[in-house]
């Protein structure tokens, strides 16, 4: 479990990273995008736990 926590911890990581850019220059489209693919990835990977704790419980 400590690889899936650190693969969590580096996902937030890169999300608040790209959002605190965002923040000082919320008009860029590629800042825009870069938060908007480290949402994603983080939601994907979120997902892909929740399934696979359900799979366990079962």
């Known amino acids: 479990m400590d690889v899936n ?3 969590l911890k580096a996902l937030l990581e ?14 860029s489209a590629e800042l825009n995008r870069a938060y ?7 939601n994907q990977y979120i997902s892909s736990v929740r399934n696979n704790l359900a799979k366990r419980q079962r």
Not at 15 to 25: G, I, M, P, S, V
Not at 36 to 42: D, G, H
């Open 14 to 27: 890169k999300t608040d990273r790209a959002f605190q850019a965002l923040l000082k220059e919320p008009d």
């Open 5 to 7: 926590n650190e693969h």
């Open 36 to 42: 908007e693919s480290a949402k994603e990835e983080l």
